[in-house]
């Protein structure tokens, strides 16, 4: 709060609201990046991970996470070249392709960012009432309040800023929490002691589980892929960040992410050997119990510390992200940069904050499985990843090709994900299908980011091939892992063949043209501005509502 109350601005600007002005440089971008990954809900689940799978639990969700950040900078550099001033990859959808698909994106991330709010709340919530004589409903109230309070007035700015503090505190309690534990509870010893009184598995104890790789690991390449690509609080760090300090701050927030969930989920491994049940059958209550039940109370202090400043720096980020949405494409893009008023954009902006922080309250009082949340939320974005990624290499890619796709593909999931139709017969042969060929996009994509098209469509080939004769019979037991692979094969086949023989050529120029400033008043200036109208340079209101009626673009 003091932090937010030292850089606010009486009046602040619309853009540095949602963007801090495109210009952060490398500590603060960096450590908000890894603030920003490393949220309560990844250290709730690492420790799920951990006591569900065993050893190599964490390392399944740590590492693929890890990586995940890591192969986000190469198409982060590309959509920065395209897009240098937009404030959300939705904008760029809209200038891209038109309303729809701006929509489609947009929606996809205020369903994410509520579940992600709602998740943060959950594991707020569940430590209070673990560690004080508070509730759970007074703990989430607490948690909201405070988040609410010190992101309110300056957005996205006190968001990142924050982040520089609560990841230092993160790292600073990990280091110390992590092995205290483990040498409290009898340190390598308990690992024999476990074995020996059959608390785990043969599964739970191999670093190389099968069953870890396809329940967790699997599932979680895949989600992960689509919450870098498609989750709007990465791509605001992405629009935020100097452009030529992309690649520099993602493998810096990689190796901090994955050191630190890890390291967490250990917890989940130690609760595991040692037998020990979750209170109230909750696994939510893990990581708390551990702590509340072996730390004195100094390192339960410090242990507060850690989760509270994890939750915090995703739960700002997901409210200024939620803001980000509807001052730009809900009210910015719908009247046009030159009509739109930064004054109203940033009151809207605000109330987003409290409406989310409301709705997230509500729906935390279902206490949701977090683990489930994640993985559901990003097979979600798995729908929309090939179209985005393609919309900014491929000229020829239609609004209709993008909008089918997704539509397509979720049709897909929902019932594959929910076992709404029984995987039997020539449905689960179909399924199986198309998830073999979802293994295929997935490493495909991961491959183009750094070693371009013709290695990509190789390796996606070879990937495809190679899983053909052990998929079949065998992926319709893994629903979870199933659907997410057919989101993005469906997606993948769709959009292809819908863009292949069409006949647009996009001029990539026309989406700087329409994203950018829409606030033109500089922080050294705001006392002067009174309506703040000013627009960037760029396309004016008719041209975006030319664009509007036709979605693709192509000019």
């Not at 919450?227 to 690649?247: C, H, M, P, S, W």
């Not at 030159?338 to 004054?343: D, E, L, S, V």
């Amino acid at each position: 709060m003091w932090m937010s109350i030292a850089i606010s601005r009486r009046s602040e600007n619309a853009d540095d609201y949602m963007t801090a002005g495109n210009r952060i440089g490398f500590g603060v971008s960096a450590a908000s990046m890894t603030a920003t990954w490393i949220w309560a809900s990844s250290m709730y689940a690492s420790v799920t991970a951990g006591y569900t799978y065993g050893v190599s639990g964490p390392i399944h969700y740590g590492l693929w996470g890890a990586l995940m950040i890591l192969f986000i900078y190469p198409f982060g550099k590309r959509i920065r070249k395209v897009a240098p001033k937009a404030h959300t990859l939705a904008e760029v959808m809209y200038a891209r392709h038109g309303r729809s698909s701006q929509l489609m994106l947009a929606g996809s991330n205020v369903l994410g960012s509520v579940i992600s709010l709602t998740s943060n709340f959950i594991a707020g919530g569940a430590l209070i009432a673990m560690l004080s004589p508070l509730s759970f409903g007074q703990g989430i109230v607490i948690i909201a309040g405070g988040v609410l309070l010190y992101t309110l007035w300056s957005g996205f700015r006190a968001s990142v800023l924050t982040d520089f503090a609560q990841v230092m505190a993160m790292l600073g309690a990990a280091v110390v929490i992590i092995p205290a534990v483990f040498f409290v509870v009898g340190g390598p010893q308990i690992f024999a002691e476990g074995v020996a009184a059959g608390n785990v598995t043969p599964q739970q104890e191999s670093f190389f589980s099968s069953d870890a790789f396809m329940n967790q690991g699997a599932p979680y390449i895949a989600a992960v892929l689509a919450y870098a690509i498609g989750n709007q609080t990465i791509a605001q760090r992405l629009f935020a960040v100097r452009e030529d300090l992309i690649k520099p701050t993602f493998i810096t927030a990689t190796i901090g992410y994955g050191a630190t969930v890890i390291g967490i989920g250990m917890l989940g491994v130690m609760a595991l050997y040692l037998g020990i049940q979750p209170t109230d059958g909750d696994v939510n209550n893990l990581m708390p119990q551990m702590i509340g039940t072996y730390l004195p109370v100094g390192l339960v202090a410090l242990a507060f510390i850690m989760i509270i400043g994890s939750l915090s720096s995703t739960a700002d980020s997901d409210l200024a992200a939620l803001s980000s949405i509807v001052m730009t494409d809900i009210y910015g893009q719908s009247v046009g940069r030159k009509k739109a008023n930064p004054r109203t954009m940033l009151l809207i902006g605000r109330l987003t904050m409290v409406v989310a922080t409301a709705a997230a309250l509500y729906f935390a009082t279902a206490r949701f499985n977090i683990l489930d949340l994640l993985v559901f939320v990003g097979a979600l974005w798995g729908c929309l990843v090939f179209p985005v990624i393609a919309s900014f290499y491929w000229t020829k890619i239609t609004n209709a090709a993008f909008t089918v796709s997704v539509v397509a593909a979720l049709a897909v999931f929902l019932p594959v994900r929910f076992q709404w139709i029984p995987l039997e017969g020539a449905w689960a042969l179909a399924v199986e299908l198309l998830a073999i060929l979802g293994v295929g996009v997935v490493l495909a994509i991961m491959a183009f980011g750094f070693f371009g098209l013709r290695a990509a469509i190789v390796i996606g080939v070879l990937a495809t091939l190679v899983t053909l004769p052990f998929g079949l019979d065998f992926l319709r037991d893994y629903e979870t892992l199933s659907g997410s692979l057919v989101a993005y094969s469906v997606s993948f086949l769709v959009c292809t063949l819908m863009s292949v023989r069409s006949g647009k050529d996009f001029d990539f120029a026309v989406i700087q043209k329409v994203t950018g400033d829409f606030d033109d008043e500089t922080p050294s200036s705001e006392a002067d501005g009174a309506d703040g109208r000013g627009a960037a340079s760029g396309a004016t209101a008719d041209g975006d509502r030319d664009l509007d009626a036709d979605p693709v673009g192509g000019r």
